[in-house]
């Protein structure tokens, strides 16, 4: 598994991926797509959830979209709706509750 911090996520043209709507999408190298089985993709400074991309299901869908681009460096790029994959939310955890200290009785006992 790999963890992928996506800069900027940017919006398809219209009816890319659906028709007569733009849908959010992020590019992966298709290399690195398919040297690794599973990416964990988080949007920008945003950790609160992230998306899950399979290797297989990457490259078949920008096949299927038809979606590899190639950027000026020459690489292969695979156009990715993140719609088609898994959204995962993760659970923060929950602060830490102070718990105020026992009060003991004071005994008061005369002294002769």
Not at 28 to 39: E, H, R, S, Y
Not at 84 to 90: G, I, L
């Amino acid at each position: 598994m790999k963890i992928h911090k996506v800069r900027s996520p940017f919006m398809s043209r219209l009816g890319q991926f659906e028709s007569g709507k733009q849908t959010l999408a992020i590019g992966l190298d298709v290399n690195a797509l398919k040297g690794t089985d599973i990416f964990r993709c988080y949007l920008g400074a945003n950790t609160k959830c992230y998306y899950q991309i399979e290797d297989k299901k990457g490259i078949t869908l920008s096949m299927e979209y038809g979606s590899i681009w190639t950027n000026p460096r020459g690489r292969q790029v695979a156009i990715l709706p993140l719609k088609d994959f898994e959204r995962v939310e993760v659970k923060q955890p929950e602060p830490v509750k102070e718990v105020e200290p026992e009060k003991k009785e004071e005994i008061n006992i005369p002294l002769f």
